[in-house]
T-cell receptor
Framework: DGGITQSPKYLFRKEGQNVTLSCEQN?????MYWYRQDPGQGLRLIYY???????QKGDIAEGYSVSREKKESFPLTVTSAQKNPTAFYLC??????????????FGPGTRLLVL | DQQVKQNSPSLSVQEGRISILNCDYT??????FLWYKKYPAEGPTFLIS?????DKNEDGRFTVFLNKSAKHLSLHIVPSQPGDSAVYFC????????????FGGGTRLMVKP
């Protein structure tokens, strides 16, 4: 089955700790995205990558970092600089990178909680 | 400044009736619009989309209408079913802008049996 997987489903972070959220896709999509959802709010773009070894900041990139060493993987690190990391994190992909009107498909999400 | 707005945070309808979810946008450059459905603690699921060259797109029980002059789109679900109860997000993107989606805040739909 083709799809997007995110792990873990729940993640706990201690103060001052960096944590990494995994996102893998086997859809052969070029573009991948990370979003954050806070309670009662919409999705906000953290980072995106249109192609391997390239990524760009989204609207709320401060306190986060990413890498795109492989086409199928786009891990997100929540650093200690992110002062309010508690949220639901969603990874998405689309065939991209420069196609018009592409639909993004989402993974199941990771809920990050601060201890 | 929110470029995509869903002004109704919640909507309740009776099973079998029509559900109408609304979305307004301010950026006239948006030319592709999507609706996603989301259950708690799950990722959004793509429902239906519409290009700015159309004013209507239909897929089964779901129809999306686009009014470019009013910068307004709506999702109609007919007939509504209890399984449709979820949060619905509209999203918009600009052609040749890297497929970046801008999301509205969501509307929680509750379909009562």
């Amino acid at each position: 089955d083709g799809g997007i997987t995110q792990s873990p489903k729940y993640l706990f972070r201690k103060e001052g700790q960096n944590v990494t959220l995994s996102c893998e896709q086997n859809l052969n999509h070029d573009a991948m995205y990370w979003y954050r959802q806070d309670p009662g709010q919409g999705l906000r773009l953290i980072y995106y990558s249109q192609i391997v070894n390239d990524f760009q900041k989204g609207d709320i990139a401060e306190g986060y970092s990413v890498s795109r060493e492989k086409k199928e993987s786009f891990p997100l690190t929540v650093t200690s600089a992110q002062k309010n990391p508690t949220a639901f994190y969603l990874c998405a992909s689309s065939s991209g990178p420069y196609s018009n009107q592409e639909t993004q498909y989402f993974g199941p999400g990771t809920r990050l909680l601060v201890l | 400044d929110q470029q995509v707005k869903q002004n109704s945070p919640s909507l309740s309808v009776q099973e079998g009736r029509i559900s109408i979810l609304n979305c307004d946008y301010t950026n006239s450059m948006f030319d592709y619009f999507l609706w996603y459905k989301k259950y708690p603690a799950e990722g959004p699921t793509f429902l239906i989309s519409i290009s700015s060259i159309k004013d209507k797109n239909e897929d089964g029980r779901f129809t999306v209408f686009l009014n470019k002059s009013a910068k307004h789109l709506s999702l109609h679900i007919v007939p509504s079913q209890p399984g449709d109860s979820a949060v619905y997000f509209c999203a918009a993107s600009v052609w040749n802008a890297g497929n970046m989606l801008t999301f509205g805040g969501g509307t929680r739909l509750m379909v009562k049996p």
